[in-house]
């Protein structure tokens, strides 16, 4: 089958599976619904501009789970999806045209990253500090390193030793980023002395910056772990890797980080390597607790 053949493209261009599972995911809930529609169609691959413009309207009405219409976010990804899958066929020739190019995109789900407040990273970080276990200065240093550096969970069990350049004033990190777009990240302060305290204590060789007990490179499970056991601590509900990541974004963006600059330091790029911006609109949301700040700035008291 020719989806085959795309499938094959985006392993070649070092996608992770989870996003071709996704890719796959999309490609088949929609040839389920054309074969039931149409059962005289051979592939998928030769839809219509009609046909994708009748799905549409079908995921609007009957695209969810229980036959209601399909979430926002779901209809969104899947036309995303759709739209790259039918442009490679066009690309290679497949097909003489994207059927999905003209269609008017279901409108995005807005987003509400979740981030840590000031009090919120002030509880968690005190609970690390109380933290007497032998695995103290490790957590310390995985937290540290996400709020302060905004990697993505599978950047942070990637990283080793020759990827961190670090002295007493400075310290840089390349990152294996998202899609083979690398990255280098500055290591501020924080991170550094974290860090720095957490491989001083290891007499070790391994070239992982972070391990677990069990493994010479911690997986992403066992980091979802950690992170789950300091949410039942502080009782912080939202406090998740995805969390941590955003809190990075959003303190940037508080302090008048321009967003090219917070585009390139989050790893959020467009297929030509330009800094994706509209990506990085989304820490521009006021949280709570930036409301409140900006109703106590012009208070008379």
Known sequence: MMFEKFLNHFQQLGRADKTIQNYETAWKAFEKWIRETDPTITDPVYATQKDISDYKRYMLKFGGRNGGP????????????????????????????????????PPAARRFPKWLSKNEQNALLRELRDNRLSEAKRDNAIVVTMLRMGLRVHELCDLKREDLTMSERKGTAYI????????EVPVNADVRTA??????????????VFLSQRS??????????????????????????????????????????????????????????????????????????????????????
């Open 70 to 105: 399909a979430k926002p976010s779901t209809m969104q990804l899947y036309f995303v999806q759709l739209n790259a899958i039918f442009k490679y066929f066009a690309k290679q020739g497949y097909i003489p045209d994207n059927p999905v190019g003209p269609i008017k995109k």
């Open 216 to 301: 010479a490179k911690i997986s992403v499970r066992a980091v979802q772990h950690i992170i789950a056991k300091y949410r039942n601590r502080t009782g912080i509900k939202h406090l998740t890797c995805h969390s941590l990541r955003h809190s990075f974004g959003h303190d940037l963006v508080m302090k008048d980080v321009d967003l090219q600059r917070v585009a390139t330091l989050m790893g959020h790029f467009k297929e030509d390597g330009s800094p994706n911006i509209e990506m990085t609109m989304i820490y521009t949301t006021p949280g709570v607790e930036d409301l409140e700040a900006a109703v106590e700035s012009i208070s008379w008291t």
């Open 176 to 183: 294996h980023g998202k899609g083979d777009k690398d990255r």
């Open 195 to 208: 860090i720095q305290a957490y491989l001083q204590e290891r007499k070790d060789s391994i070239p992982y």
